[in-house]
């Protein structure tokens, strides 16, 4: 078929028309939004304004690699700003060399601000070459924000951003988001077919036919959606629809992967099998990832490392291990679900064996580390380490932490249940439902807790 000839979309020739834009716009399955680049500053631009993420932008996967999705193709317009538009989609551009590095992305001192206020703020992060980087955190700590300015789609107001050893402020749009890749929460398709999407940054970068063909064909079948080749965009579901933004993403083998919370909008089947798929593909590609998501199971379940953002700003960064079990301050440790945390004071150190004296009642309790005497700590225990049994029974347990207490509340979540305990200060314990009704556990209930020394993490204070 010959170059620019009409066909239907989701037809074999599959290509992109300018009628598949609708207009300028794009069709992720019903809702229709402005280009994602109206109001979105990309730092290329004289008179934007720093640091704002306009409202005018909703999230979607993104097609990076040459340009932004719903960018005219040089199939699809021609006006006075082609030169402009072929310059974005890297007409003529040539590679521009990187040196390579263990590190592939890093951020030194940045600060995004909004009217005036910080709302991100980041000392130094680094993303090492093929480790999956999750950053977590509430709604609305800032975890977007970063991501946005590491996809450079935002301007910070101060700090910079390397990639590969480079800043960059040396680099061009084209040349930098050639090398990512973007997908966000909800999807955001081309109004054509499956294969149009998955095909279209490949088009965009001017690949041969044969080969974005090949490349597209190949990741609609990786990620399960092959029979849905042809496809509307408008017909596909949630779960569908975001196969075929990632399969668009894979399909670019960028060298840096950006994901904004891509299952945070699927009900729990279809997130479960899409989590355990892109645990495989990430995996067989070994693209760096950095993935922004509110689920801590998540985060354990993807994340080599996880980065903690609070209140806008990061936290603590590292792996799993050291930031569930040995978080940074107590808002971190709140998080992560340290749900007992108490003021204590370090009483006496036998050789890595300490004695810490709670402060709200003067019980003394021993954890395991190196701090000096009379040093002012928060004492951190997480619910599921805690044991529980009615007063009165013997129980085997070897634990060196033992407490009375009273149950003040009982809180069934599935097959747990929170326990509440009064034992001069708040304590959690996490008990299955059996467990709590084998032992007939009650509000008002005396019982006896137990947890071992190594189970405590002590924060030390200022």
Known sequence: MARGAPAPAGSLDGWL???????????????????????????DRSGDRQGEFCPGHRSGPVVIGAGLPGEPGPDLVSTAGDAKV?????????????????TILEVRGLKVQRGGRTVLEVEHLAVEQGEVLAVIGPN?????????ALARLLRPSLGQIFFHNRPLEALSDLAYRRRIGLVLQEPLLLSGSAFTNVAAGLRFRRLPRAEARRRAEQWLARLGIR??????????????????????????????????????ALDPPTRNRLQIDFQTLRAATGV???????????????????????????????????????????????????ETVVAGRVAANMEGRLLVEITPGGQQLEAVGELEVGRQVLFCLRPEDVTLWPQGKAHPSSARNRLAGRIVRLA?????????????????????????????LAEGMLVAAAFKASAAHLIPRA
């Open 17 to 43: 028309r300018q009628r598949d834009l609708r207009g300028g716009r794009l069709d992720d399955g019903g809702r229709q939004y402005p280009r994602p680049d109206a109001g979105v500053d990309h730092g």
């Open 86 to 102: 072929n310059q974005a989609l890297g007409a003529g551009a040539s590679d521009v060399p990187f040196r390579q590095s263990n």
């Open 140 to 148: 609305g700590a800032g975890k977007s924000t970063l991501l946005l």
């Open 227 to 264: 029979h849905l080749r042809d496809r509307p965009a408008r017909l596909l579901s949630g779960g569908e629809a975001q196969r075929v933004s990632l399969a668009r993403a894979f399909a670019l083998q960028p060298e840096l992967l950006l994901l904004d919370e891509p299952f945070g």
């Open 288 to 338: 760096t990832t950095v993935f922004v998501t509110h689920d801590l199971d998540e985060a354990l379940l993807l994340g080599d490392r996880v980065a903690i953002l609070l209140e806008g700003r990061l936290r603590q960064a590292g792996s799993p291990q050291q930031v569930f079990n040995a978080p940074a301050d107590g808002g971190v440790a709140a998080f992560v679900g340290v």
């Open 412 to 440: 069934p979540q599935g097959l747990l249940v929170r326990v509440e305990v009064d034992s001069g200060f708040p304590l959690t314990a996490l008990v299955t439902r059996a467990s709590a009704e084998e032992m007939g």
